[in-house]
């Protein structure tokens, strides 16, 4: 079937074309998607791995062991050891929220804290920030049950090979995540879907015996001799046999104050810009053709530059047919980030400039969040002192001069002329621009047809606190660092997987 004929619900109706390629009766068998991609290369085509049931003797080998574990639940495997009861989690995201199912399914029966609120309040809490311009320190889109990962793309693809990553996606889809997530080679969730999900792991947690604390700000661990005894809420105690800290790149005064006491170093870390094209221009440099077939949905790239005179950038966190939103958790500052909806429907895609700085540019951690405060102050007056966001044409940005022709936008908080390149340090503003160079050769227009919007500051964590093999802090005992927060992920999928491998050392 021609890819520019099929429907966008293909993936259940491939019947007919199996028939046909294996000279079959439709009826005669059932199948089983393992993998689909797309293949962009010239005109595109869809390319599966297919695991195929059927009673007929057909022209392949039989399933081998890997495709037949494919169709097996996956599950965790817990220590025959009775479990610790009543273990602290310290934030919501996916490493703090996979961490606690973890610990709930084993019957530690955790108490999991937040500062911030469950992920229905948050998102009324999202809507009186655009229509008021007032920040909620404690709810926003940072700050809350699902961290900033539950109002974002959702994209679930990783570097990291970690043996749990099949039960991290059949967990989220029993949670109501769409069940294409086991299969697509680039899947994503979506920020309409997310806050669902979120919701369906607490009630999980829950019904296993969970406790959750939110409203309530960890701002200490309770050392006693070098051993992590629980957690201070301001003048509160808290007692527990061990904590797994999952702050999230939203908890940086609590990361710093611990980095005083726990074993940590300046780690590499990135920053860099959003940038915004009409999704019909994506589309047209990834699939070549005038119209997008509706069968591959919007198209995403991913590019990377490694020029010798400055540094690597690479594109991050893209959103296909999604906006662009401030994503700050601090007053009067300003930060960029992107998302978008299941669907991904919008008129424009956008995506992140990265490079990476190095713990060299830095004498020490509090220098390296300095920098994060001095760029979003900045940011936040350029756009106004309104949390608009301050925007420059990708062409103006490489001559160094003022420019917004693109008016055109999907920024929430809205756009206005600013200058990018002055705002950023030199050696960002000297990578990114020689990434755009490239960029505009492998995408002729990339630079005409893009603008930047605000910096993004909140990537990575510039530290990384030092652990054992099961997660255990080198210099507390008890205490369990996970996620990005703490530099032991970068992504959702990470992030949940750091969280699970953590929750393993605790019950172990």
Same mark, same amino acid.
Request: proline residues 6%; neutral net charge; glycine residues 12%.
């Given at each position: 079937?021609?890819?520019?004929?099929?429907?966008?619900?293909?993936?259940? @109706?491939?019947?007919?074309?199996?028939?046909?390629?294996?000279?079959?009766?439709?009826?005669?068998?059932?199948?089983?998607?393992?993998?689909?991609?797309?293949?962009?290369?010239?005109?595109?085509?869809?390319?599966?791995?297919?695991?195929?049931?059927?009673?007929?003797?057909?022209?392949?080998?039989?399933?081998?062991?890997?495709?037949?574990?494919?169709?097996?639940?996956?599950?965790?495997?817990?220590?025959?050891?009775?479990?610790?009861?009543?273990?602290?989690?310290?934030?919501?995201?996916?490493?703090?929220? %996979?961490?606690?199912?973890?610990?709930?399914?084993?019957?530690?029966?955790?108490?999991?804290?937040?500062?911030?609120?469950?992920?229905?309040?948050?998102?009324?809490?999202?809507?009186?920030?655009?229509?008021?311009?007032?920040?909620?320190?404690?709810?926003?889109?940072?700050?809350?049950?699902?961290?900033?990962?539950?109002?974002?793309?959702?994209?679930?693809?990783?570097?990291?090979?970690?043996?749990?990553?099949?039960?991290?996606?059949?967990?989220?889809?029993?949670?109501?995540?769409?069940?294409?997530?086991?299969?697509?080679?680039?899947?994503?969730?979506?920020?309409?879907?997310?806050?669902?999900?979120?919701?369906?792991?607490?009630?999980?947690?829950?019904?296993?015996?969970?406790?959750?604390?939110?409203?309530?700000?960890?701002?200490?661990?309770?050392?006693?001799?070098?051993?992590?005894?629980?957690?201070?809420?301001?003048?509160?105690?808290?007692?527990?046999?061990?904590?797994?800290?999952?702050?999230?790149?939203?908890?940086?005064?609590?990361?710093?104050?611990?980095?005083?006491?726990?074993?940590?170093?300046?780690?590499?870390?990135?920053?860099?810009?959003?940038?915004?094209?009409?999704?019909?221009?994506?589309?047209?440099?990834?699939?070549?053709?005038?119209? +997008?077939?509706?069968?591959?949905?919007?198209?995403?790239? @991913?590019?990377?530059?490694?020029?010798?005179?400055?540094?690597?950038?690479?594109?991050? *966190?893209?959103?296909?047919?999604?906006?662009?939103?401030? $994503?700050? $958790?601090?007053?009067? @500052?300003?930060?960029?980030?992107?998302?978008?909806?299941?669907?991904?429907?919008?008129?424009?895609?956008?995506? *992140?400039?990265?490079?990476?700085?190095?713990?060299? *540019?830095?004498?020490? %951690?509090?220098?390296?969040?300095?920098?994060?405060?001095?760029?979003?102050? $900045?940011?936040?007056?350029?756009?106004?002192?309104?949390?608009?966001?301050?925007?420059?044409?990708? $062409?103006?940005?490489?001559?160094?001069?003022?420019?917004?022709?693109? +008016?055109?936008?999907?920024?929430?908080?809205?756009?206005?002329?600013?200058?990018?390149?002055?705002?950023?340090?030199?050696?960002?503003?000297?990578?990114?621009?020689?990434?755009?160079? @490239?960029?505009?050769?492998?995408?002729?227009?990339? *630079?005409?047809?893009?603008?930047?919007?605000?910096?993004?500051?909140?990537?990575?964590?510039?530290?990384? %606190?030092?652990?054992?093999?099961?997660?255990?802090?080198?210099?507390?005992?008890?205490?369990?660092?996970?996620?990005?927060?703490?530099?032991?992920?970068?992504?959702?999928?990470?992030?949940?997987?750091?969280?699970?491998?953590?929750?393993?050392?605790?019950?172990?």
């Amino acid at each position: 079937m021609s890819v520019r004929r099929a429907p966008r619900g293909i993936d259940g @109706h491939l019947h007919g074309v199996i028939a046909e390629q294996l000279g079959i009766a439709p009826e005669g068998f059932d199948y089983r998607i393992l993998n689909r991609s797309i293949d962009s290369r010239g005109d595109p085509v869809l390319v599966y791995r297919l695991l195929i049931f059927s009673e007929a003797e057909l022209p392949l080998p039989p399933a081998g062991a890997e495709q037949l574990a494919a169709l097996e639940k996956a599950e965790l495997e817990f220590p025959r050891k009775k479990p610790p009861r009543h273990p602290i989690v310290v934030g919501t995201g996916p490493a703090g929220i %996979f961490g606690a199912l973890a610990l709930a399914m084993a019957g530690a029966e955790p108490v999991i804290i937040d500062r911030g609120f469950p992920v229905e309040r948050r998102q009324e809490d999202r809507k009186a920030f655009l229509r008021s311009r007032i920040l909620d320190p404690d709810s926003n889109l940072l700050i809350g049950e699902g961290g900033a990962g539950a109002f974002s793309d959702g994209k679930l693809y990783t570097g990291t090979k970690d043996g749990n990553r099949r039960f991290i996606l059949e967990q989220m889809i029993a949670g109501g995540a769409p069940p294409e997530i086991v299969y697509l080679s680039r899947p994503h969730v979506g920020s309409d879907l997310l806050p669902l999900v979120s919701k369906s792991l607490r009630k999980r947690i829950e019904a296993l015996g969970g406790v959750f604390l939110f409203g309530k700000e960890v701002t200490d661990i309770l050392d006693a001799d070098g051993v992590c005894r629980g957690v201070r809420c301001g003048s509160e105690v808290i007692e527990a046999p061990a904590v797994l800290l999952a702050p999230g790149l939203g908890g940086r005064s609590l990361v710093r104050r611990l980095a005083r006491k726990v074993a940590c170093r300046l780690k590499p870390f990135q920053t860099g810009c959003r940038i915004e094209h009409p999704q019909a221009f994506i589309d047209r440099c990834q699939y070549h053709c005038a119209r +997008r077939p509706e069968v591959l949905g919007a198209a995403e790239y @991913h590019l990377v530059s490694r020029p010798e005179a400055a540094g690597s950038v690479s594109t991050f *966190c893209m959103c296909p047919g999604g906006h662009v939103v401030n $994503a700050t $958790a601090w007053e009067r @500052h300003s930060i960029s980030n992107g998302m978008s909806d299941y669907v991904r429907g919008g008129e424009f895609a956008n995506s *992140c400039l990265i490079t990476t700085l190095s713990p060299e *540019c830095f004498g020490s %951690f509090d220098e390296a969040y300095a920098e994060f405060d001095r760029i979003e102050e $900045a940011l936040f007056l350029a756009g106004g002192s309104d949390y608009t966001l301050p925007a420059q044409d990708a $062409a103006a940005f490489l001559g160094e001069k003022p420019g917004l022709k693109n +008016r055109r936008h999907a920024c929430e908080t809205g756009i206005v002329p600013g200058r990018i390149d002055q705002l950023l340090r030199r050696d960002v503003r000297e990578a990114l621009q020689a990434a755009l160079k @490239h960029f505009d050769r492998r995408y002729p227009g990339f *630079c005409r047809e893009g603008k930047l919007i605000g910096v993004e500051s909140c990537v990575s964590s510039p530290l990384r %606190f030092e652990r054992t093999e099961k997660g255990e802090s080198l210099s507390m005992r008890g205490l369990f660092p996970a996620g990005e927060g703490v530099g032991g992920a970068g992504g959702i999928l990470s992030g949940a997987a750091d969280g699970l491998r953590c929750a393993m050392g605790i019950l172990s």
